[in-house]
């Protein structure tokens, strides 16, 4: 298969697995630390209304999310693709951070969870799959 091509899939793919897995893991989140009450994750308008309500502990879940999926998404594409394994990984990186800084803007969370998970969730995470994911090729 043309190395291009290739790249490209393990990009696709590894984009697609990252997001879904931050999408499961937001979803099965309040299953392990459950919302405050009157907390309706559903909708943005209602985080919106109640993020006031949340305790350290409620970020912990986002915070997880970001990074697992960021992880896992560049993982997986540097262990499919066959060249330029950093630069993919920190593309995917790049395109998990725009997400995480959309949400930044959109809800009011507290400062400190912010910078952290800017910070520690995206980049780290990207490059963290890079030098696992390429150290056994």
């Known amino acids: 298969m ?7 899939l393990a990009f696709i793919v590894g984009t697609i697995v ?5 999408g499961l893991i937001i979803q099965l989140g309040p299953l ?7 907390v309706d994750n559903s909708s943005m308008e209602s985080l919106k209304n109640t993020i006031h309500l949340f305790q350290a502990k409620h970020f912990i879940v986002p915070f997880l999310a970001h990074s ?6 560049a993982f997986l594409a540097v262990k499919l693709c066959v060249s330029h394994h950093l630069k993919i990984a920190l593309i995917i990186s790049a395109l998990f951070f725009i997400g995480g800084a959309y949400m930044v803007k959109l809800l009011p969370a507290p400062m400190w969870f912010n910078v952290t998970d800017l910070v520690l969730a995206y ?5 963290l799959a890079f030098v696992l994911g390429k150290r056994k090729q």
Do not use: K
Not at 2 to 8: A, E, W, Y
Not at 18 to 22: I, R, Y
């Open 2 to 8: 043309n190395s291009i091509l290739r790249n490209t």
């Open 18 to 22: 990252g997001a879904l897995c931050n």
């Open 32 to 38: 392990i630390i459950p919302n405050p009450e009157g």
């Open 68 to 73: 697992i999926g960021t992880f896992i998404g």
């Open 123 to 127: 980049f780290p995470m990207g490059y």
